[in-house]
Protein backbone atom coordinates (compact mmCIF):
# COMPACT_ATOMS: atom_id res chain seq x y z
CA UNK A 1 0.00 0.00 0.00
CA UNK A 2 1.29 3.59 -0.92
CA UNK A 3 1.32 5.90 1.84
CA UNK A 4 1.44 9.78 1.96
CA UNK A 5 5.12 9.32 3.81
CA UNK A 6 5.96 6.88 0.72
CA UNK A 7 5.05 9.39 -1.66
CA UNK A 8 7.12 12.10 0.08
CA UNK A 9 9.63 10.35 0.67
CA UNK A 10 10.39 9.79 -3.19
CA UNK A 11 9.29 13.32 -3.74
CA UNK A 12 12.37 14.03 -1.87
CA UNK A 13 14.74 12.09 -3.89
CA UNK A 14 13.81 14.34 -6.86
CA UNK A 15 15.85 17.61 -7.84
CA UNK A 16 14.04 20.87 -7.17
CA UNK A 17 12.91 21.18 -10.77
CA UNK A 18 11.25 17.87 -10.43
CA UNK A 19 9.39 18.82 -7.73
CA UNK A 20 8.06 21.84 -8.61
CA UNK A 21 6.95 19.94 -11.68
CA UNK A 22 5.18 17.34 -9.44
CA UNK A 23 3.19 20.31 -7.29
CA UNK A 24 1.98 22.02 -10.62
CA UNK A 25 1.22 18.15 -11.91
CA UNK A 26 -0.64 17.08 -8.83
CA UNK A 27 -2.51 20.68 -8.36
CA UNK A 28 -3.33 20.61 -12.32
CA UNK A 29 -4.79 17.56 -11.40
CA UNK A 30 -7.00 17.89 -8.19
CA UNK A 31 -8.09 21.00 -10.12
CA UNK A 32 -9.56 19.00 -13.20
CA UNK A 33 -11.14 16.52 -10.80
CA UNK A 34 -12.85 19.07 -9.07
CA UNK A 35 -13.80 20.94 -12.40
CA UNK A 36 -15.61 17.48 -13.30
CA UNK A 37 -17.16 16.85 -10.36
CA UNK A 38 -19.00 20.63 -10.50
CA UNK A 39 -20.29 19.76 -13.80
CA UNK A 40 -21.59 16.41 -12.77
CA UNK A 41 -22.91 18.22 -9.83
CA UNK A 42 -24.51 21.03 -12.32
CA UNK A 43 -25.82 18.29 -14.62
CA UNK A 44 -28.05 16.32 -11.74
CA UNK A 45 -29.26 19.85 -10.54
CA UNK A 46 -30.48 20.84 -14.30
CA UNK A 47 -31.87 17.09 -14.42
CA UNK A 48 -33.68 17.68 -11.36
CA UNK A 49 -35.23 21.48 -12.81
CA UNK A 50 -36.32 19.53 -16.07
CA UNK A 51 -37.98 16.76 -14.20
CA UNK A 52 -39.95 19.47 -11.70
CA UNK A 53 -37.76 18.42 -8.37
CA UNK A 54 -37.48 22.17 -7.70
CA UNK A 55 -40.33 23.89 -6.04
CA UNK A 56 -40.48 27.68 -6.20
CA UNK A 57 -39.52 29.60 -3.11
CA UNK A 58 -38.64 33.24 -2.57
CA UNK A 59 -35.01 34.53 -1.93
CA UNK A 60 -35.33 34.36 1.74
CA UNK A 61 -37.01 30.82 1.94
CA UNK A 62 -33.46 29.90 -0.09
CA UNK A 63 -30.95 31.21 1.77
CA UNK A 64 -32.56 30.57 5.24
CA UNK A 65 -32.57 27.49 3.62
CA UNK A 66 -29.26 27.08 2.13
CA UNK A 67 -27.66 28.53 6.18
CA UNK A 68 -29.64 25.43 7.80
CA UNK A 69 -27.56 23.39 5.07
CA UNK A 70 -23.95 25.20 5.81
CA UNK A 71 -24.52 24.66 9.79
CA UNK A 72 -25.60 20.95 9.64
CA UNK A 73 -23.28 19.18 10.94
CA UNK A 74 -22.73 16.89 8.01
CA UNK A 75 -20.63 20.45 6.17
CA UNK A 76 -16.94 20.87 7.95
Same mark, same amino acid.
Request: no cysteine; hydrophobic share 35%.
Given at each position: M *????? *?? @?LANQLTD @? %? %?EMLSEIVKKRLHESRRKQIIQDCREAVA @???AGGLKPMTAQEAITELELYLNSPEIE
Open positions: *VTLEN *VL @E @E %Q %Q @EFK
